[in-house]
């Protein structure tokens, strides 16, 4: 950071502890505090686990239908989608399947059996629509508890630098291990130095293009809330509110549009933090699909959702990194040079993601709250 800028965000600070910076209204994050407690109707108490699924930007684009007695029916908020980085829905549809897989996951937790039926009313391609994704429907039988539930409220994105300490062979089977529980995709954990190596500047060739390119970089400048009183105001999107970017949020350091703009220190440093982050992996988690169907998508985001909860048990970090694997035509060198490397006999790459240790702790992503994700609510 420029000298002056270091000077202003220790002003910065002063004006914080003088004014206060604390959130107006919830607190963003409540969510995670004791999920479904004091629900009595078994599917709410459940869909209060599953949203707080990942989800590409925290978009959270979840509308939930439980006007059927004993099911749960999910359609698409078309107003939080990622049109330009994900032109085709398909990173939107894997978080839903992230939020299909933690939803049994918390009712196994109430031993209710159930059963899925995808795409109840035909795929949509190649946008989403009006048709729900997913229904559900509540059994009479019991179901058996898994174990990975319990890694929930542990479950994080961590975005931060990772430590050098290398992964053990047996965490990495412990994650593949986790994936395999859907048996429509193949799931893969590389640790090996020069593999990941090639990896990591890969990855983060794919982040310094999007950040090059204009309408990308601004699609998620435009969703990501700075402070603690922007982000208690929009619990979703990219947050930063830790004190640092707080105060320098307040003193004009850091800002939307100073992101959004080439060769400003917001700018800088948020490629510096991405080349961080890529050179720090200790590893990489990747799943691939034979084809690219909605149910493909749908499968992978369930199997992803496995190996963070897996990874979160094992005390390691995740975070997927799947610029290059986006679908606009700044990024088809990075895309066909990551199919090379990590599916060289075909199919699609769905989710590629960073592992290590964690050098720091952080809180968990906001979350809307379950009222605002229920159809008529």
Known sequence: MHRRDFIRVLGGGTIL??????????DPRAAWVNPGDGETDIRRKALSWAILAPNPHNMQPWIVDLSVPDEITLYIDRTRLLPVTDPFNRQIVIGCGAFLELLMLALSKQTRAATVTLFPDGEAQPLLDARPLFRVKIEGGQAMFDPLFDHVLARRTHRGA??????????????RSAMAAQSTVAAFVETTPARVARLRGLVYRGAEIEAHTPPAHHESVERTFIGARDVAAHPWGISLDQPAMTAMNAVGVLTKSKMATPGTTAFKESLKFLKTGADTS????????????????IAAGRAYLRANLAAAGLGL????????????????????????????????VQMLARIGYPKAEIPPAPRRGLAAQLKGA
């Open 317 to 348: 970090a995740m975070h997927p990194f799947s610029q290059g694997l986006q679908e606009y035509a700044t990024q088809k060198p990075v895309y066909d040079a990551l199919h090379r490397e990590l599916a060289p006999a075909g199919g699609r």
């Open 17 to 26: 502890a003088a004014t206060g910076c604390a959130p107006a209204g919830a």
């Open 282 to 297: 200790q590893g990489f988690v990747w799943i691939t699909t034979a084809a690219n169907t909605r149910a493909d998508q």
């Open 162 to 175: 990772y430590t050098d300490a290398p992964i053990p062979t047996e965490l990495a089977a412990a994650l």
